[in-house]
């Protein structure tokens, strides 16, 4: 079974400070992703991040950088710079790469303060 | 290169009626997954189609039912409305048959209200 688990349901971040929200995640399956996606209020998902089970490095996007550690099953979004904008929901995600289905965790709501 | 355009964006129908969501992904995409997000059970797996074929179900009534057509547009059905389909229903787009190292893509929603 898989199951992630984001242990902040809200958090706070001063603009232009860095954040980290945090993922954990529990799969017997040996080949997947993890991804990180931003929903603000209008509902859409965005794409953030992508980590791939093989990849040795951590990835990053700009300000986004995944902080990856698979012995821990853990992949935390790092968030530099934070902006106003940057206020949302964020999801965890991980996919198994034996097809599009997703496993989300529960979310953690960012809200940057001026 | 357009994203991934999911029809209508809003949708108000009466318990006991059958509504259609469409779903576009990016162009090249042939993976189509969707889900369900409400605020009590946060996203859940519905279906996901692959080629026109469906290559996994999620644990949802058979009122739901998707199918995917020969250009990858994927439409999906709820028939007998509940009050408890009220939900903000997402499509994501995927690429091709090896998963490793693509990435996803999520559409704006179709936010379903039932009354």
């Known amino acids: 079974a898989q199951k992630i688990t984001q242990t902040q349901p809200g958090m706070f971040v001063q603009e232009k400070e860095a954040v980290t929200l945090d993922c954990t995640y529990d799969?017997?399956?040996?080949?997947?992703?993890l991804f990180w996606y931003k929903q603000p209020s209008s509902g859409e998902m965005i794409f953030l991040i992508y980590q791939g089970s093989y990849d040795e490095q951590n990835a990053t996007e700009g300000r986004y950088s995944l902080n990856f550690q698979k012995a821990r099953k853990s992949a935390n979004l790092v968030i530099s710079a934070s902006q106003l904008g940057d206020s949302a929901m964020y999801f965890c995600?991980?996919?198994?790469?034996?097809?599009?289905?997703?496993?989300f965790g529960t979310g953690t709501s960012l809200t940057v303060i001026p | 290169k357009a994203g991934v355009t999911q029809t209508p964006r809003y949708l108000i129908k009466t318990r006991g009626q059958q509504v259609t969501l469409s779903c576009s992904p990016i162009s090249g995409h042939r993976s189509v997954s969707w889900y369900q997000q409400t605020p009590g059970q946060g996203l859940q797996f519905l279906f996901e189609y692959f080629s026109e074929t469906q290559r996994n179900k999620g644990n949802f009534p058979g009122r739901f039912s998707g199918r995917q057509f020969s250009n990858s547009r994927s439409e999906m059905n709820v028939s007998t409305l509940e009050l408890g389909d009220s939900a903000l229903y997402l499509c994501a787009s995927s690429g091709g048959h090896n998963l490793m190292n693509t990435e996803a893509f999520f559409g704006q929603g179709t936010r379903l209200t039932v009354v």
């Open positions: 799969t017997s399956d040996q080949s997947y992703g």
């Open positions: 995600a991980m996919r198994p790469n034996t097809g599009n289905q997703f496993y």
